[in-house]
């Protein structure tokens, strides 16, 4: 049995519906929360100055929940 890696979680909490927004704008970022194999809840998020985090166990910017949130995110300026 292969282990499943940070990515593959992360697509499959999207997937699994648990991640939602909770505020999203252009000045603070954006904070997400995602539940995950073990049902608690974390906090995801990207800010301007602070850059990516999660208050999971990890306490890495590479964890399952950030994978997700990354999926969904664009980071910089958008063509309109
Ligand atoms: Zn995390």
Same mark, same amino acid.
């Given at each position: 049995?292969?282990?499943?890696? *940070?990515?593959?979680? %992360?697509?499959?909490?999207?997937?699994? %519906?648990?991640?939602?927004?909770?505020?999203?704008?252009? !000045?603070?970022?954006?904070?997400?929360?995602?539940? %995950?194999?073990?049902?608690?809840?974390?906090? *995801?998020?990207? !800010?301007?100055?602070?850059?990516? =985090?999660?208050?999971?166990?990890?306490? =890495?910017? !590479?964890? *399952?929940?950030?994978?997700?949130?990354?999926?969904?995110?664009?980071? %910089?300026?958008?063509?309109?």
């Amino acid at each position: 049995m292969t282990r499943e890696s *940070a990515h593959d979680k %992360g697509r499959r909490y999207l997937v699994e %519906g648990r991640l939602t927004i909770r505020q999203f704008n252009r !000045q603070h970022g954006v904070i997400a929360m995602v539940r %995950g194999d073990n049902a608690l809840v974390y906090r *995801a998020e990207w !800010q301007p100055d602070l850059g990516w =985090s999660c208050n999971c166990p990890a306490r =890495s910017d !590479q964890c *399952a929940h950030l994978v997700a949130l990354r999926l969904i995110t664009v980071v %910089g300026e958008v063509a309109s």
